[in-house]
């Protein structure tokens, strides 16, 4: 059964911040939210985690909301090369959950 | 650091015969996951690998695939014999050890059974 909720397909313009959002309305207070993406003919790519608080690294921020029943990934300064499929994934980090997949969104960067 | 090296790319095969795939992790990563990956959808765990044991092969369609991971290092999927919605992607993953946060995939292998 998928835990999360993602619009099946979104657009940007290139320059533009990518704003991909995630519903999760079940999420547990031990589940992370990870955001993984999938350029085509390749396999996924590890973007970011977060658990309850805002997480910004190299190629993304992550914003949970407070009662963590849904986040944003944000991508700041969309290019071309951002054209995927986005997956939005809920995992406990302890024991042995693996990671789940839904059918993500696919996010195409319109030049 | 090198990727997950997966072999070959591409596959094609009539239905019924068998057919294998190779995946090679990162070095000195203990976990391996192979997944499969229908058109139009996320990839689906099949089986995960602990050093040289199984640790979940329960989505796994044992009558027809087997894997295995002798030495604990490198990775062999089979599927005999093949039928025609085994079409897909497999891809493998490795992590340094379980509940690890990044997943370290490789580029799969495209399987088209006609």
């Known amino acids: 059964d998928a835990k999360t909720t993602q619009p099946p397909s979104m657009d940007c313009a290139e320059g533009r911040a990518a704003n991909l959002p995630c519903n999760h309305s079940t999420i547990s207070g031990n589940e992370y939210v990870y955001w993984y993406r999938q350029i085509h003919s390749q396999g996924p790519q590890y973007i970011i985690h977060g658990l309850k608080n805002n997480e910004t690294n190299e190629m993304a921020s992550l914003i949970i909301t407070e009662d963590r029943k849904s986040s944003t990934l944000i991508l700041p300064h969309a290019t071309l090369r951002d054209t995927a499929v986005y997956y939005c994934?809920?995992?406990?980090?302890?024991?042995?959950?693996?990671?789940?997949f839904g059918t993500g969104t696919r996010l195409t960067i319109i030049p | 650091e090198a990727g997950v090296a997966q072999s070959p790319r591409y596959k094609i095969i009539e239905k019924r015969q068998s057919v294998a795939f190779w995946c090679n992790p990162i070095?000195?990563?203990?976990?391996l996951y192979w997944y499969q990956q229908i058109l139009g959808q996320g990839p689906k765990l099949l089986i995960q690998?602990?050093?040289?044991?199984?640790?979940?092969d329960s989505q796994l369609p044992k009558d027809r695939f087997s894997a295995e991971r002798l030495k604990g290092v490198d990775s062999t999927l089979k599927i005999q014999p093949a039928k025609l919605e085994d079409s897909a992607v497999y891809l493998c993953?490795?992590?340094?050890?379980?509940?690890?946060?990044?997943?370290?995939f490789g580029s799969g292998t495209r399987l088209t059974v006609v």
């Open positions: 994934i809920v995992r406990a980090t302890f024991g042995n959950e693996k990671l789940t």
């Open positions: 993953a490795s992590t340094p050890n379980t509940g690890y946060y990044g997943y370290t």
């Open positions: 070095s000195g990563h203990a976990t």
């Open positions: 690998f602990q050093n040289n044991g199984v640790v979940d």
